[in-house]
């Protein structure tokens, strides 16, 4: 899969050569601006910064090299290749000094000046994947649909955008409902790839006997049932990254035939008698360690070497648990787009019940507890009582109100109402809707109290 066209300036006073070494270029699949003068090529870097440039040493206005100064103070990382007529052993040496990629004579070798750009190709899909990364966490704590500001979630933004900027196979871990196809789905959207198609299959889910043909289709007459020809996943993929969630979970007669077409780009459908060549991406996930599933006989040696070019393992909620208000307000904003109502966001007292929790669910079950109390709540703020049962008996164990041995029934409602309404900040809604009452209630019953005092 090839990486989108570089921008490259061209600086040159010579029409002549500004229009033999575009044309060069561009046949190469490079795209090209150009520029006549040292001044006119700081205003088009001003103006649409380029990936790489290429400049004249001798220039009607400025030197090459103090262009070269300019635009590495303008941005250090840009690969900028000097040309001359006149090159001594000096001026190159020079050039270098001054952080020039490289340094070229005229008459111009174009295969060596392609291969210059080609080793610079990789540095500037890394610098665009981390200038995206930096802006995209300064911004809003966000990665993708990720959300979370916490450190162990930046180093997973940053491996999964090292991770896009290649064409590289990974595999995936972490437990239940961390998010590992959503960052399957990140990698691919940041990618290359990112306009074609992103497949996603549960291995664990496929019947074993048609595991081979969901992968890699089945041709009409293959066995009982296949009244048509059929493409597989992989075909479907194709240009385009196909997940494979589960991958432990695959048989293992599938594993060595998943293999071959990982090293060679061959698909044979079930039943078929030629090879199909497809350009996918793979990326692998599963729920246990990958390597424990490789001792277990789980998953095969060398398809566990083949895939794991990169691992990342994505951390469970409980080890992040500082993104959690991040998280939650993020989520009761989609509830509120989704089921039309109107929550503020979640209490304090409930964001500690929250955060006391261990998630052994994850994200995926505090989006499911949210949705919930959202849709029970319906505006105002998500209080204790808007939890699922579970939760708030977690909570009482911790958050006991005490009432005293002898105590009637009216002492212990008063109690009651007093210690949440103190716990609620005074807040006579909060407490109506923490306690299960209608907040006249509250107000007949704090009034009776001041009265009776």
Known sequence: MSLPPLRILVVDDEAAMREVLSARLEERGFSISTAASGLAARELVEEDPPDLVISDVVLPDISGLDLLQTLKSGDRHRPVVLITAYGTVDSAVEAIKRGATDFLTKPIDYDKLVAIIDAARGEISQRRSVENLETTLAAT?????????????????????????????????????????????????????????????????????LTESELFGHAKGAFTGAIAT????????????????????????????????????????????????????????????????????????????????????????????????????????????????????????????????????????????????????????????????????EATSSDTITIPAGSTVADAERMLILETMKRMDGNKSRAARALGLDVRTIRYKIKAYEDGE
């Open 141 to 209: 704590g966000r990665f993708g649909e990720f959300v979370g500001r916490s450190a162990a979630m930046r180093s997973v933004y940053e491996a999964l955008g090292t991770l896009a900027a290649s064409e590289a196979p990974a595999i995936l871990s972490g437990e239940s409902g961390t998010g590992k196809e959503l960052a399957a789905r990140t990698v691919h959207a940041l990618s290359a790839r990112s306009k074609a198609p992103f497949v996603a299959v549960n291995t664990a889910a496929i019947p074993e006997s």
């Open 230 to 393: 059929r493409s597989g996943y992989f075909e479907m993929a194709d240009g385009g990254t196909l997940f494979l969630d589960e991958i432990s979970e695959m048989p293992p007669g599938v594993q060595p035939k998943l293999l071959r077409v990982l090293e060679d780009g061959l698909v044979r459908r079930v039943g078929g008698r030629r090879e199909a060549e497809v350009d996918v991406r793979v990326l692998a996930a599963t729920n246990c360690n990958p390597e424990t599933a490789v001792a277990e006989g789980l998953l095969r040696k060398d398809l566990f070497y083949r895939l794991s070019v990169f691992t990342i393992e994505l951390p469970p909620l409980r080890e992040r648990i500082e993104d959690l208000p991040l998280l939650a307000h993020h989520f009761l904003r989609l509830f509120n787009d989704k089921h039309r109502t109107d929550v503020d966001g979640v209490s304090e007292e409930t964001l500690s019940v929250l955060t006391a929790y261990e998630w052994p669910g994850n994200v995926r079950e505090l989006r499911n507890v949210l949705e919930r109390a959202a849709i029970v709540a319906r505006q105002g703020w998500i209080e204790k009582i808007h939890l699922p049962p579970f939760l708030r008996r």
